[in-house]
């Protein structure tokens, strides 16, 4: 009777565990978005915010991941504020999330990341401030290009068309600015390029008069800002009436329908850099461009409009994430982290490459030199040529 007992008991747990497994492999596996859905920085984080929403749809709508588990997204507002991004990831450990996908506005990553370190949960952030993963830290895994990898395809650009002096403003309250800043005035020289301005600004300016004077007097030939929201809708504006006769050249923080609506025609013929994603018709018929489009067709359909810098960081996010969740067959964070660290996908904004030494993923080919060409990004020639090697 007491063996019965002992084995009716070891049946009972058996069985309890088996429940626990089937009860695991159908629930769904939670994700945190921390994006800017109020504030300064609201009309990237509502693109971020589309864009998930579209990759997790579409991958319920293929099955979940897992063998059938769908995705769930939790989403926290950090009302463009850092502080409220530390309260937002605080939230979001507390429900249990297997991963973060992280805020657009690089001061708000930048002061959640200790957070992310004492939690280990992976966290894919969505803004390119350098300093997020120079040095890495083992949960942190940046989408978009680097700041750095911006200012170094702007120089190539410059190289390759006999541009070799530039004057340069920066915000200086922007840690994305300032590192794209830093990245130029750090490769300048490798690239035969000399900064002959260098002005600043800060992200409540609305009066660029000044700077632009100094610009026109310089000697420059270009003229490179690294900003994000208003003041570079306000700076483009003044330009196109200041009779600054050099190209003014903008980073991927204006790669946006959100920057091309407000400025309206004085966007015509400006400079801009951005993810080759924004360019996808223009690319070589291949995975690469197959990519974009999975992307392209769903937001068009679903929006009207062509999906902007930041739809391309939202939708290549959840793309990696589901990745590693697969390869590492597991929702444990942890697990997933290894498999970041390791893993190398195509999706819209090029081809990742993450390693234990580079939590980036992107190479600057991954960066198109665009011009506004009636009122759309288009490749400059150089750039053509150079996206045309991604189809070869």
Known sequence: ????VVSLATLSLVVAGCGADTATSSDPIRVGQIVSLTGNYSPLGSENKKSVELAVEKVNRD???LGGRRLEVVVKDDRSQPDQSVLAFNDLRGDDVAAVIGSPFSNSALATIPSVDRAKIPYLSLTPADEQVKPPHPYVFVVPALASLYAERILQYFKATGVSTVAVAHDTRSSYAVAGYAGMKDKAAKY???????????TDATEFGAVLGHVRSSGAQAFVVWATGAPAVALTKQYATAGVDIPLVLTGAQASKLFLDP????????????SIGVVGPDLPAGEQKDAITELTTSF?????????????????AVKLLVAAIEKARSA???????????????????????SKDN???LGPEFISIDTVTQGAFKPTE????????LGS
């Open 1 to 4: 009777m007491r063996r019965l």
């Open 192 to 202: 035969g390029v000399k900064i002959a301005a260098d002005e600043e600004f800060q």
């Open 63 to 65: 099955g979940g991941v």
């Open 332 to 354: 444990d964070p942890a697990k997933i982290r290894d498999a970041l660290e390791g893993l190398s996908l195509v999706t819209p904004n090029g081809e990742y490459a993450y």
């Open 300 to 316: 068009e359909k679903k929006y009207g409009y062509p999906p902007p810098q930041f739809a391309q960081d939202g939708y290549s």
């Open 382 to 389: 150089w750039a053509g040529e150079q996206l045309a090697e």
């Open 359 to 361: 939590h980036a993923g």
């Open 263 to 274: 400025v309206g025609a004085a966007a015509e013929g400006v400079t801009v850099a951005s």
